[in-house]
């Protein structure tokens, strides 16, 4: 069993800046892609940027140059740096990974719960 989970979400101002991390447990023998999506009420889910286990980023277009994507393969963690945050922001952010259990194993789209990020002043 893989789970994810997201901390750091909260209520921010505009123009504001908030670091969400996701970490990954559970039995993994290797995570390859790891992001992160939004989702606003109403809306679909979203992809915001995603990492390769390398460090190869893409980002959406509505968050480059304000958003920033890392992660440690030793912690098996991704974070996202937010920065300049807009009230067209506020979603509930999930985590994303693909994970392979074992050597044999084929690889699984694992989810976070998600956490909300709000920006309001």
């Known amino acids: 069993q893989v789970q994810l989970v997201e901390s750091g979400g909260g209520l921010v101002q505009p123009g504001g800046s908030l670091r969400i991390s996701c970490a990954a447990s559970?039995?993994?023998?290797?995570?390859?892609?790891m992001g992160w999506y939004r989702q606003a009420p109403g809306k679909q889910r979203d992809l915001v940027a995603r990492?390769?286990?390398?460090?190869?980023?893409n980002y959406a277009d509505l968050v480059k140059c304000r958003f920033t994507i890392s992660r440690d393969n030793a912690k098996n963690t991704v974070y996202l740096q937010m920065n300049s945050l807009k009230p067209e922001d506020t979603a509930v952010y999930y985590c994303?990974?693909?994970?392979?259990?074992?050597?044999?194993?084929?690889?699984?789209?694992?989810w976070g719960t998600g956490t909300l990020v709000s920006v309001s002043s």
């Open positions: 994303h990974a693909v994970v392979e259990v074992s050597p044999l194993s084929g690889a699984k789209n694992i």
């Open positions: 559970g039995s993994i023998y290797w995570i390859n892609d």
């Open positions: 990492i390769t286990r390398s460090g190869n980023t």
